[in-house]
T-cell receptor
């Protein structure tokens, strides 16, 4: 069974540019989450989809971040325009109804 | 006060030692507790998932939860060099389908 897959694995962009991160969850998992780890800090929740609907987006830092989940399958997280403080590792996770989140390998974003 | 406190280490032990990793949490509403293992440049991998106070064993790993003192532990018996990784504790309010709150992670090295 394929795990959670994230693209790209690493992205380096200049301040002010736009970056789009993609996540393909485990097939059949209705729940999809985005998390972020900034250097030296703990992993923090960004938002939660149930199928295509946003269940909780309380962790989104500001309106430069936009997440979508097309047809309840893959999800994208767009940062526009990127700022230096957006650098970090962005993780996607999915879970079945019974719980237990499975994480992707992460996208390391560097804004210079 | 952080919601989940975890000593980041690093912790270095000889092969075969018993390892004890610990976290405390502040919110008594947290009901589910998890331990993740993260190798360098990889995503967190779910190790143990528990709900009730008490012990849960899986091979060389034992997760312990004491809700009265808001204390969670992970014990690793007969530690191996392949156990060298960062161990993250996490908790959540309801089932696995609510956002996870993570500790910072403890970096463990098992020396052969």
């Amino acid at each position: 069974e394929a795990g959670v897959t994230q693209f790209p694995s690493h992205s380096v962009i200049e301040k002010g540019q736009t970056v789009t991160l993609r996540c393909d969850p485990i097939s059949g998992h209705d729940n999809l989450y985005w998390y972020r780890r900034v250097m030296g800090k703990e992993i923090k929740f960004l938002l939660h989809f149930v199928k295509e609907s946003k269940q909780d987006e309380s962790g989104m830092p500001n309106n430069r971040f936009l997440a979508e989940r097309t047809g309840g399958t893959y999800s994208t997280l767009k940062v526009q325009p990127a700022e230096l403080e957006d650098s970090g590792v962005y993780f996607c996770a999915s879970s079945p109804q019974t719980g237990g989140a499975f994480f992707g390998q992460g996208t390391r974003l560097t804004v210079v | 006060q952080k919601e989940v406190e975890q000593d980041p280490g690093p912790l270095s032990v000889p092969e075969g030692a018993i390892v004890s990793l610990n976290c405390t949490y502040s919110n008594s509403a947290f009901q589910y507790f998890m331990w993740y293992r993260q190798y360098s440049r990889k995503g967190p991998e779910l190790l143990m998932y528990t709900y009730s106070s008490g012990n849960k064993e899986d091979g060389r790993f034992t997760a312990q939860v004491d809700k009265s003192s808001k204390y969670i532990s992970l014990f690793i018996r007969d530690s191996q060099p392949s156990d060298s990784a960062t161990y993250l504790c996490a908790t959540t309010l309801l089932s696995g389908n609510t956002p996870l709150v993570f500790g910072k992670g403890t970096r463990l090295s098992v020396i052969a």
